[in-house]
T-cell receptor, first 116, second 113 residues
Framework: KAGVTQTPRYLIKTRGQQVTLSCSPI?????VSWYQQTPGQGLQFLFE???????NKGNFPGRFSGRQFSNSRSEMNVSTLELGDSALYLC???????????????FGPGTRLLVL | GESVGLHLPTLSVQEGDNSIINCAYS??????FIWYKQESGKGPQFIID?????DKRQGQRVTVLLNKTVKHLSLQIAATQPGDSAVYFC????????????FGTGTRLTVIP
């Protein structure tokens, strides 16, 4: 089975621009979560999507948004980019078989975003 | 809020020795814990998980120990190999039905050949 894929792998933007990152989960996985990884803050949860709905959200400003499509693929968008948004953005997918399940999240390789 | 921290940011071990990576968590409501390994340029890779109704779980060359009394988690790697060199993260989850993980700061394990 193919793993989680993320595109693009690298991206350079300037302040004020917006960016859209894409994530394709493992086939059959219905939950997609996004994380931001920086040297200063570590790995931080952004949001989770399940059945095209945002199920959970971390403490990030509204400039960070996402969506999930019917095939479970997900995109995240960051508007009005700031220098501090430079980070590795990671996507993780899980099976999501039930509301009470604790499921392993499998991570993609990430998209490295540099904001100049 | 949740807080997951690591005792040591770096750990160096000789090849063939056992490694122990520690993690402290602060949220007593956390009931699911996971260890991830992250190699340079890659995303975190699942190693092993443990639920709060257990205190020990073993995998291939790895063992996770959970001490809920002192809110401490450890990862033991037996016969450490050069390929084990990476950053190791512990993560916790407290919310049933949600996949938001809270990660520790990570420990860099270096295996000396």
């Amino acid at each position: 089975k193919a793993g989680v894929t993320q595109t693009p792998r690298y991206l350079i933007k300037t302040r004020g621009q917006q960016v859209t990152l894409s994530c394709s989960p493992i086939s059959g996985h219905r939950s997609v979560s996004w994380y931001q990884q920086t040297p200063g803050q570590g790995l931080q949860f952004l949001f989770e999507y399940f059945s095209e709905t945002q199920r959970n959200k971390g403490n990030f400003p509204g400039r960070f948004s996402g969506r999930q499509f019917s095939n479970s693929r997900s995109e995240m968008n960051v508007s009005t980019l700031e220098l501090g948004d430079s980070a590795l953005y990671l996507c993780a997918s899980s099976l999501a078989v039930g509301a009470g399940a604790r499921e392993t999240q499998y991570f993609g390789p990430g998209t490295r975003l540099l904001v100049l | 809020g949740e807080s997951v921290g690591l005792h040591l940011p770096t750990l160096s071990v000789q090849e063939g020795d056992n490694s122990i990576i520690n993690c402290a968590y602060s949220n007593s409501a956390s009931d699911y814990f996971i260890w991830y390994k992250q190699e340079s340029g890659k995303g975190p890779q699942f190693i092993i998980d443990i639920r709060s109704n257990m205190d020990k779980r073993q995998g291939q060359r790895v063992t996770v120990l959970l001490n809920k009394t002192v809110k401490h988690l450890s990862l033991q790697i037996a016969a450490t190999q050069p390929g084990d060199s990476a950053v190791y993260f512990c993560a916790e989850n407290t919310q049933t039905g949600a996949n938001n993980l809270f990660f520790g700061t990570g420990t860099r394990l270096t295996v000396i050949p």
